[in-house]
């Protein structure tokens, strides 16, 4: 019963993975990117430097609705306000970080300081940004960057379940011989 489990849990796995795999190498794929900024200005800012890099962008003015965006839908990357009414930007980063380890947040904010910085860091940022950004093409190159570490990690999950799924089948046919040398053996 357990092994039936087992075996059902690693095809579903095995099928989740080759559907990702086929979809990031279909050329119409572009990257997911959740930009959440109670400043519409910001959704324009960066969408206009994002888009130019071929990301499929999804803005929102709040926590709350971040947290519907991320129950529906796998980013790559977040760019989230520190600083929000209600839900706040470190919330969100750990609900996605929850929900998608893999994920990378940018936590923004316009009031910095060293200290949030590292905090932010520490909590699982992948980079902490000021507001207004001095090169807002560089967002763009940090952006691009932290994609490549979403898909880095995402293949090196990917080798990790396969060989493991290799090792269950070693296993397997291992213990499957012993049984069979065991009988033989009148054991």
């Not at 324009?44 to 499929?56: R, S, T």
């Amino acid at each position: 019963m357990c092994e039936q489990l087992f075996n059902h849990v690693v095809a579903l796995e095995t099928e989740r993975l080759e559907a990702e795999a086929a979809e990031q190498s279909n050329p119409a794929f572009k990257p997911n990117v959740l930009i959440v900024d109670d400043e519409p200005t910001m959704w324009e800012l960066l969408g206009y430097v994002l888009e130019d890099h071929g990301y499929a962008l999804v803005n929102v003015a709040s926590g709350e609705s971040a947290l519907e965006e991320i129950d529906k839908t796998e980013f790559h990357v977040v760019i989230t306000d520190k600083n929000m009414p209600g839900i706040t930007g470190l919330d969100v980063m750990k609900a996605v970080k929850s929900k998608s380890p893999l994920t990378q947040v940018v936590l923004m904010t316009g009031f910095s300081n060293k200290d949030a910085a590292i905090a932010a860091v520490n909590l699982g940022a992948a980079a902490y940004l000021e507001k207004p950004f001095p090169n807002v093409d560089e967002v763009g190159k940090l952006i691009h960057q932290l994609v490549g570490k979403y898909d880095e990690a995402r293949q090196r999950r990917r080798k990790s379940r396969a060989l493991f799924e290799r090792n269950r089948e070693f296993w397997q046919k291992y213990s499957k011989l012993r049984k069979q040398l065991a009988d033989y053996m009148g054991d």
